[in-house]
């Protein structure tokens, strides 16, 4: 079994334990070390998995503390719908800015640790380095020293997970750049650990700078593909009709 999928399989072993009662809500999981002996793989392996439920909304890591099962979640928190993959990452990029500069003075020695963890996955360019880009924003929003600006970053990521306009534009986006985003999240990682607020929070503008013309460009590309698909419907017509008429 390839570690990718090994850390899926732990990770589905562990939402059936929560689901099942045994890891109830609120309650803290077991450590590394205890849960990587009772399902039989390594260290590494379950902190991966880890840092996949916790995207997924399943867990909390509070740092210095250990990780808890979150409450299940509202079913729904606002129409998705509608949500203009432009304007929440225009949000985005005011909010986690902030995030970034406080979290350059309040992130503890243990978070800085799981930052650099996230990096290290985020370089296998694979489902699991998805995760782990998630997991990164999250672990600096809870290192801001603010549960106001934790949740609302949580809720900006809910969005762009979830709502379907958001998805398709960054879907088109995360398919390239990948060097680039790994060099951004770097630079974003090293003023946090220098502490220095500004160079964290330019880094961070500047990486969804960086994703806004991404965005733009593929915007421009899907438009450009539709344009000529229907050049070629309405060619294709002609064609017929031409046909039909010399018959």
């Not at 867990?59 to 993959?85: F, H, M, N, Q």
């Not at 960054?170 to 003023?191: L, M, P, Q, T």
Request: aromatic share 6%; glycine share 4%.
């Amino acid at each position: 079994m390839t570690m990718d999928r090994r850390y899926q399989q732990v990770a589905k072993q562990i939402i059936e334990l929560i689901e099942s009662g045994e890891f109830a809500p609120g309650s803290r999981l077991p450590g590394e070390r205890e849960l990587a002996e009772r399902l039989g793989v390594s260290r590494v392996t379950v902190r991966e998995a880890e840092i996949a439920l916790e995207a997924q909304g399943y867990i909390a890591v509070k740092t210095g503390s250990g990780v808890y099962v979150r409450p299940r979640r509202p079913a729904d928190l606002s129409p998705l719908t509608e949500v203009d993959a432009f304007e929440l990452t225009t949000v985005r990029a005011v909010v986690e800015a902030e995030s970034a500069a406080l979290a350059a003075l309040n992130m503890t020695p243990e978070a800085m640790v799981l930052l650099e963890d996230t990096m290290r996955v985020m370089a296998g360019n694979d489902e699991a380095a998805e995760e782990a880009d998630e997991r990164f924003h999250l672990l600096i929003a809870e290192s801001s020293g603010s549960p106001i600006i934790e949740h609302f970053v949580r809720t900006l990521w809910r969005m762009r997970n979830e709502a379907p306009r958001v998805v398709q534009v960054y879907s088109n986006v995360c398919k390239s750049g990948f060097e680039d985003r790994i060099e951004e999240h770097r630079a974003v990682y090293d003023a946090i650990r220098n502490r220095d607020p500004n160079a964290a929070r330019l880094a961070m503008r500047e990486h969804f700078s960086r994703l806004f013309e991404a965005m733009l460009a593929a915007e421009e590309t899907e438009a450009i593909v539709q344009l000529r698909r229907k050049a070629l419907q309405h060619r294709d017509r002609f064609k017929l009709s031409v046909q039909h008429g010399a018959a």
